[in-house]
């Protein structure tokens, strides 16, 4: 008698136990398409996009969760007149952008630009011999330069009156919550490898071997 009542208890105990696992089942596959729906635009980009400067990692570590996305590239010019572009744009309106380009400017120019007038702007820099990187501290300035001198094909090699340099700059509008020193590293590294591919591509008269990467902002 109390081994039939047992059995009565589980039978009507069942559907319920069964009821309840559909039910967190169905809840799990919920969150899960929905995290899937929320990030398939980024995990839906290439491995690497824009001839290899940039990686979807990258694109990752930066720009928040969306709908979706697209990359493009555009390459522009010869020698000192190249332009080499990339860009990520989301549903929700964040962009990472980038560009290298040759151009005719000093160091000291180019250091002068991203300081502005009176050196209004703060800066943290780092560099490896004569390649040099910055980033703006201030968190609104969501940018970060790469100055690589470079003497183009056109530009006589004994005409130093001159100076010449690949500058690599990278940008993001509406980033990801991230901390200002990884998003600065990160997009320093993107401008890095924007200008390396664009010393390639002018042909740059001086061969030079790159460093795997540049110093961590972090260990200044």
Do not use: M, R, W
């Given at each position: 008698m109390e081994t039939l009542q047992t059995s009565r208890t589980q039978i009507a105990t069942w559907p319920s136990v069964k009821a309840f696992l559909l039910i967190l089942l169905t809840i799990g596959l919920f969150c899960g398409a929905g995290w899937a729906f929320l990030n398939k635009g980024l995990?839906?980009?290439p491995d690497k996009m824009c001839d290899g400067t940039l990686e979807r990692d990258t694109v990752k570590q930066?720009?928040?969760?969306?709908r979706s996305a697209d990359s493009g590239f555009d390459s522009q010019g010869t020698g000192?007149?190249?332009t080499f572009s990339c860009h990520v744009t989301t549903s929700n309106d964040s962009i990472l952008s980038g560009k290298a380009q040759v151009e005719?400017?000093?160091r000291d120019k180019w250091l002068e630009y991203y300081q502005g007038s009176g050196k209004r702007n703060q800066l943290i820099r780092v560099s490896v011999g004569n390649i040099e990187a910055l980033a703006r501290i201030d968190?609104?300035?969501n940018t970060s330069s790469v100055y690589v001198p470079c003497t183009p094909p056109s530009v006589p090699s004994y005409n130093s009156?001159?100076?010449y340099a690949v500058v690599g700059e990278t940008w993001i509008d509406k980033p990801a919550n991230t901390k200002?020193?990884?998003l600065r590293q990160t997009l320093t590294d993107f401008a890095y490898q924007l200008a390396q591919h664009a010393y390639k591509l002018a042909e740059c008269k001086d061969p030079r071997d790159f460093p795997?990467?540049?110093p961590r902002y972090g260990d200044h």
């Open positions: 995990y839906l980009l930066v720009l928040p969760k969306a000192d007149n190249l005719p400017v000093s968190s609104s300035a009156s001159q100076p200002n020193t990884p795997k990467e540049l």
